[in-house]
């Protein structure tokens, strides 16, 4: 298993468990968090939720490149993205969920965080988007993004790559982030803030987080309708991904998700902001 859940007075504590490998999500993680989110829906137990990563160093890096293959339709119309499934809300989810980010979100990490309710966030974390990078289109990401970040600062991110990192300091200035912590006590604060979501009447604390869902969903439902063109289109092909993938590991950093987890950016450096 590489989730760990463990529920306490309401609160569920969901927790990416792949430390090793910067929390990158295979194929089986990705039908591991499918199911979780799927079973909270029918547990009366569970009234709130935080989704967070082992290790202090990464939240998620995305997708493990080196551990899903996943065939693609020859199609630009339509795409098959691992991923898409791994959100509460894709799940149909209305209890409210928090992410607690320790370290690197980045990539893929934004199926997740484009998902939660609100972020809280240790004062050492960094958001970055390496797909540009490495010859691939920002368009799930991105958009998921967009929806709880000024325009400017995703388009930034995104069409940087890992030139640019966005540190928790500004991610807190522009509403990203609802609350900064000391390093490691990101999930432990999302718990108690998660404690008092849970104590209040369930049915309107669904409710509304289904009202201020639905108050974006048509744009975002619109927008993600154009991304598996935009992948099919914007994409360099495998070979040259690969290419530029194992350009990046040659030059040093931790090989896995297909989303980049090196700690130090380009050999530059990232820009963190």
């Not at 209305?94 to 320790?102: C, G, M, R, Y």
């Not at 993600?224 to 360099?236: F, K, S």
């Amino acid at each position: 298993m590489t989730i760990r859940t463990r529920t306490t007075d309401g609160v569920a504590l969901v927790t990416l468990d792949r430390p090793e490998r910067h929390n990158a999500i295979d194929l089986g993680m990705a039908a591991e968090l499918a199911a979780t989110w799927q079973a909270f829906r029918f547990d009366d137990a569970v009234r709130a939720a935080v989704v967070t990563g082992a290790g202090g160093r990464a939240f998620t890096t995305g997708l493990d490149r080196s551990a899903a293959d996943v065939p693609q339709p020859p199609s630009p119309y339509c795409i098959d993205d691992p991923l898409l499934h791994i959100g509460p809300k894709a799940n149909d989810l209305w209890k409210p969920v928090i992410a607690a980010v320790d370290g690197m979100a980045c990539g893929g990490a934004f199926y997740l965080l484009g998902e939660a309710d609100f972020l809280i966030a240790s004062e050492n974390s960094t958001f970055f988007d390496p797909h540009t990078t490495y010859g691939m289109v920002s368009a799930y990401e991105a958009i998921l993004m967009a929806q709880r970040m000024p325009l400017g600062e995703i388009a930034r991110m995104a069409l940087m790559g890992t030139a640019e990192r966005l540190g928790a300091a500004r991610a807190y200035e522009i509403g990203l982030v609802s609350e900064l912590t000391a390093p490691g006590a990101a999930a432990e604060v999302a718990l108690r803030r998660a404690a008092v979501l849970a104590a209040q009447p369930t049915g309107p604390v669904q409710g509304t987080v289904r009202a201020l869902w639905a108050a974006k969903e048509a744009a975002r439902t619109q927008a993600l309708a154009h991304a598996p063109q935009l992948i099919a289109l914007g994409n360099l092909p495998q070979d040259r991904q690969a290419a530029l993938f194992a350009a990046r590991t040659r030059h040093g950093g931790q090989e896995g998700g297909r989303d980049g987890e090196r700690d130090d950016g380009q050999d530059s450096g990232p820009l963190v902001r």
